[in-house]
């Protein structure tokens, strides 16, 4: 006897195919080849649901991929505020990467490729990620959530915590505000502009 043994993870079941070697031939090995290729279309299939969930997790962003925004501003200190974002899935729809081009010296003269985000659902805390580099060598890190069709960024600036809300309007225009936010109110705004869609 041969004995073929399939783990099914969901429920801890094992699945036995049984072959008796000297009274099974072509009988048998069609069934061998019909149990493995339906064994790797359910492999393909398990595949093909976790990475839709992985976008589906990141759904909140749709109407932002594949397209750019631009923002003009300034902040509460007098400082302007520029920045043109292009957002885009990769690998697979299990990131969401966002390349800004902004200020990139101290003295706001010069545009450039100025911040290089990343956004992913981690499966351990069951919450979007998110990290941003910029040219100066700095990284800011926190968490993203939705309220509604609002995309809310939180993170520590310091020894406070900062939210940044993308406000929705319409399929092209965000109000974009960051400050001091706290069980759905604003305590403080250090920059209130809108970004729109570069047609």
């Known amino acids: 006897m041969t004995n073929l ?3 099914n993870e969901k429920n801890n079941s094992i699945f036995i195919l049984t072959i008796n070697k000297y009274k099974c031939y072509g009988g048998c090995i069609l069934l061998l080849h019909t149990v493995m290729k339906n064994f790797i279309l359910i492999l393909i299939l398990l595949f093909s649901a976790e990475t839709y969930a992985q976008k589906s997790n990141l759904a909140i962003f749709d109407n932002l991929v594949g397209k750019a925004w631009k923002a003009d501003g300034n902040w509460g200190d007098g400082k302007k505020f520029k920045q043109e974002i292009r957002f885009d899935y990769s690998l697979d729809s299990t990131l969401v990467i966002a390349k800004s081009i902004g200020f990139i010296n101290k003295e706001q003269t010069e545009l450039g490729l100025r911040n290089h985000g990343i956004r992913q659902y981690d499966k351990i805390t ?4 998110f990290w941003e580099f910029d040219i100066f060598g700095g990284l800011t ?3 993203v959530f939705s309220e509604g069709k609002n995309i809310v ?7 406070s915590t900062v939210t940044d809300m993308w406000e929705y309007i319409d399929e092209s225009t965000y109000n974009f505000k960051v400050g001091n936010y706290e069980k759905g109110e604003w305590k403080q ?3 209130s502009t809108q970004f729109k869609v570069v047609k």
């Not at 069951?126 to 990620?129: L, R, V």
């Open 189 to 191: 705004l250090y920059l």
């Open 141 to 143: 890190k926190g968490n």
């Open 5 to 7: 043994g399939f783990i």
């Open 153 to 159: 960024y939180q993170y520590i600036y310091g020894t």
């Open 126 to 129: 069951e919450s979007i990620k």
